[in-house]
């Protein structure tokens, strides 16, 4: 089993930047059979993938965000980090860490979320 604990949200301005964790654990976990990402779920709306690294540090970046967002992990902590700057409104949303095995099955795990709220 594997748990993720996201950390770094909060209320931020338009306009400002933000820096999210997620501390990845569990007995026997492997950080290099994971693929990590970000998802968020605005208000009302579905969740929608935000990006992901591989254990080699390839990224994928959704295209709406590209320019604005940048994903990172430190392998030997198992922690990943999504920066996002130029937060807007729609921006606001519940942000999950997802942890996505490389091998079959590719089970995925979630963390329990951390709130971002682009308000002034």
């Known amino acids: 089993q594997v748990q993720l604990v996201e950390s770094g949200g909060g209320l931020v301005q338009p306009g400002g930047s933000l820096r999210l964790s997620c501390a990845a654990s569990?007995?026997?976990?492997?950080?290099?059979?994971?693929?990590m990402g970000w998802y968020r779920q605005p208000p009302g709306k579905q969740r929608e993938k935000v990006a992901a690294?591989?254990?080699?540090?390839?990224?994928n970046i959704a295209d709406s965000l590209k320019g604005r967002v940048t994903i990172s992990r430190d392998n030997a902590k198992n922690t990943v980090f999504l920066g996002m700057n130029g937060l807007k409104p729609e921006d606001t949303a519940v942000y999950y860490c997802?942890?996505?095995?490389?091998?079959?099955?590719?089970?995925?795990?979630w963390g329990q979320g951390t709130q971002v709220t682009v308000s002034s």
């Open positions: 690294i591989t254990p080699g540090g390839y990224t």
């Open positions: 997802n942890a996505k095995g490389t091998i079959s099955p590719r089970t995925d795990y």
């Open positions: 569990g007995i026997g976990f492997n950080t290099y059979r994971y693929d």
